[in-house]
């Protein structure tokens, strides 16, 4: 048993219900195989970087598990399956972590701990981009 | 020319020695999804940022590499900055 982070992205036009029932089945993926879920987060849906699979936006999802490697090859095996998920990643930890990861900290939004005179701005043109 | 390009130069004979930001006991941990930290040793267009400018240690800067393109391939930092980008903009492969 080791500790284990995936992050994956979810498809934009996903209802947030649609979301917590993808993190229900691969966190089952993990649990029958006696790994445990020890954090899970909803980091709400985020602008990307860059395009992926034609959309700038994506539902991210962060597991955290303590658990064996065969259970988590799996996941990732049906987390490369699964049509809603655009991409993920897993890494081995060396210690759980304590506590929401920094992206909860910064409140979902990498731009919301600054001057909260550039809020208004930065969401108008995040609008424009969109439409 | 002189090596004007460093960062502080205020006083020609005399520079502080730099220490890695890693290093020491309240030291930020490096986190691929801690993008405001990486931000600081990304340039705009969103290259890394040589350690002989930053300072930082060969050990964390490999580690420091490494978070930066798992931050690049979950797209929560861009590959390539094209700041105002007018038609196309990044044409990845990704």
């Known amino acids: 048993m080791s500790f ?7 498809r934009p036009d996903l209802t947030e219900a649609q979301v917590t ?6 966190s089952k993926v993990i649990t029958d195989q006696k790994g445990k879920i020890t954090k899970t987060e909803y980091w709400g ?7 992926i699979n034609k959309s700038r936006k994506g539902h991210y999802v962060l597991l955290e598990s303590d658990a064996p490697s065969d259970a988590v090859i799996e ?9 809603d998920i655009m991409r ?19 409140s979902g939004d990498d731009r919301e701990d600054r001057k909260p005179r550039y809020n208004k701005d930065d969401k108008k043109t995040d609008k424009k981009e969109a439409a | ?33 801690d993008t405001k930290l990486l931000s600081r040793y990304i340039s705009e267009r969103g290259k ?4 002989r400018i930053t300072a930082v240690s060969q050990k964390k800067q490999r580690e420091l590499a490494r978070a930066v393109k798992n931050a690049r391939y979950m797209a929560l930092i861009p590959y ?4 105002i980008d007018t038609g196309g903009g990044y044409q990845g492969r990704r």
Request: a positive charge.
């Open chain 2, 48 to 51: 890394m940022i040589p350690s």
């Open chain 1, 75 to 83: 996941m990732e095996r049906l987390l490369h399956l699964h049509e």
């Open chain 1, 45 to 51: 849906l985020r602008t990307l970087a860059y395009r």
């Open chain 1, 88 to 106: 993920s990643l897993t890494t081995r930890l060396d210690e759980l972590t304590e506590g929401p990861s920094c992206v909860m900290d910064k």
């Open chain 2, 1 to 33: 020319m002189s090596a004007a390009d460093a960062p502080t130069v205020s006083r020609p004979f005399f520079r502080r020695k730099k220490t890695c930001p890693f290093a020491g006991a309240n030291a930020p941990k490096i986190d691929w999804k």
């Open chain 2, 80 to 83: 390539v900055n094209m700041e």
């Open chain 1, 21 to 26: 029932g993808l993190i229900e089945t691969f």
């Open chain 1, 4 to 10: 284990y982070e995936t992050v994956f992205i979810a």
